[in-house]
């Protein structure tokens, strides 16, 4: 059965997208076309690109993802200044040897641009904190920024959508409005769920969201005792409240929601054996949700 997918973001969480693919696969499910957000989008890319859950599992299982966190020359030769240079750079580290990753990764299976992909099968969301707005790749590349997509690196737009904020160094576009700096797509829509549905909600065909949270209605309250922990509220209130709106209960039904208890977003050191527990979950909650979904 072809239906359209979203991923959200979540970091090294998302690795329990593959266990639930894995699932979605064995049952016969097809994604005709996809959507993603942060890590949600390298998923989403990779899957449109052509890779299996298997091929995924293979690719990740053996990746160091320590070796994706690059640190500014600077600050290999000056460690102190990391947080002089966070100010200035607006990031610790800079992302290109995940570009480069994920760029390497595409190429094998002839993806380069979004040329190289079925018109309209692939959508990446980024925020632009310069002009104030959520930018869906490649549809706003020409309108906003005067690129042609078909030009446009889909790695590139990768690294874009998995800006976290302070972690990884902004991405600049020049465009017709000048220079925008572009960060993590969850600032302003972690789960881009509304990009496959047009006007009054009417979709093309079913949608199976994969979202690393429990449901609206059991999220925990956050404890905030100091500003550190008010960031963290701060971050996570902003990326659950442009989509709350969209998560109403009939389009619940639609998301595969993956509890991930215990794991953090920026835990580049998992094990091998944590890796696999966090796929087991995603398949796990896959399984559960394809029992009672209704197309």
Same mark, same amino acid.
């Given at each position: 059965?072809?239906?359209?997918?979203?991923?959200?973001?979540?970091?090294?969480?998302?690795?329990a997208?593959?266990?639930?693919?894995?699932?979605?696969?064995?049952?016969?499910?097809?994604?005709?076309?996809?959507?993603?957000?942060?890590?949600?989008?390298i998923?989403?890319?990779?899957?449109?690109?052509?890779?299996?859950?298997?091929?995924?599992?293979?690719?990740?299982?053996?990746?160091?993802?320590? =070796? !994706?966190?690059?640190?500014?020359?600077?600050?290999r030769? #000056? %460690?102190?200044?990391? $947080?002089?240079?966070?100010?200035? @750079?607006?990031?610790?580290?800079?992302?290109?040897?995940?570009?480069?990753?994920?760029?390497?990764?595409?190429?094998?299976?002839?993806?380069?641009t979004?040329?190289?992909?079925?018109?309209?099968?692939?959508?990446?969301?980024?925020?632009?904190?310069s002009?104030?707005?959520?930018?869906?790749?490649?549809?706003?590349?020409?309108?906003?920024?005067?690129?042609?997509?078909?030009?446009?690196?889909v790695?590139?737009?990768?690294?874009?959508?998995?800006?976290?904020?302070?972690?990884?160094?902004?991405?600049?576009?020049?465009?017709?409005?000048?220079? =925008? !700096?572009?960060?993590?797509?969850?600032?302003?829509?972690? #789960? %881009?769920?509304?990009? $496959?549905?047009?006007?009054?909600? @009417?979709?093309?065909?079913?949608?199976?969201?994969?979202?690393?949270?429990?449901?609206?209605?059991?999220?925990?309250?956050?404890?905030?005792?100091?500003?550190?922990?008010?960031?963290?509220?701060?971050?996570?209130?902003?990326?659950?409240?442009?989509?709350?709106?969209?998560?109403?209960?009939?389009?619940?039904?639609?998301?595969?929601?993956?509890?991930?208890?215990?794991?953090?977003?920026?835990?580049?050191?998992?094990?091998?054996?944590?890796?696999?527990?966090?796929?087991?979950?995603?398949?796990?909650?896959?399984?559960?949700?394809?029992?009672?979904?209704?197309?």
């Amino acid at each position: 059965m072809k239906v359209d997918g979203v991923f959200s973001g979540g970091g090294m969480k998302a690795l329990a997208f593959i266990g639930a693919l894995e699932e979605l696969e064995e049952q016969g499910y097809h994604f005709s076309r996809l959507a993603g957000t942060s890590a949600g989008s390298i998923l989403a890319s990779m899957t449109a690109a052509g890779y299996t859950s298997e091929e995924l599992k293979e690719k990740l299982k053996s990746l160091s993802f320590e =070796s !994706l966190v690059d640190l500014p020359t600077a600050e290999r030769l #000056f %460690p102190y200044s990391k $947080w002089l240079l966070l100010y200035f @750079r607006m990031g610790l580290y800079k992302g290109n040897r995940l570009e480069c990753t994920i760029e390497k990764w595409l190429e094998e299976k002839g993806v380069r641009t979004f040329a190289d992909l079925p018109s309209g099968s692939l959508k990446i969301v980024c925020s632009d904190l310069s002009i104030g707005r959520i930018i869906v790749i490649p549809d706003d590349l020409k309108r906003v920024y005067g690129i042609d997509p078909a030009t446009f690196s889909v790695a590139k737009a990768v690294r874009m959508s998995s800006g976290l904020p302070y972690f990884f160094i902004p991405i600049k576009i020049h465009g017709k409005n000048g220079k =925008s !700096l572009i960060v993590d797509g969850g600032v302003l829509s972690n #789960f %881009p769920i509304w990009i $496959w549905e047009g006007k009054e909600g @009417r979709r093309k065909r079913p949608i199976i969201g994969l979202k690393l949270s429990d449901p609206p209605s059991q999220l925990p309250a956050q404890k905030i005792r100091n500003a550190i922990q008010m960031f963290h509220a701060l971050f996570k209130t902003m990326q659950q409240a442009h989509d709350a709106r969209y998560i109403s209960h009939s389009k619940s039904k639609d998301i595969i929601f993956i509890s991930v208890q215990g794991y953090d977003t920026t835990d580049f050191h998992l094990s091998n054996q944590e890796k696999e527990d966090l796929m087991k979950i995603g398949r796990v909650h896959a399984a559960e949700f394809l029992k009672r979904w209704t197309k």
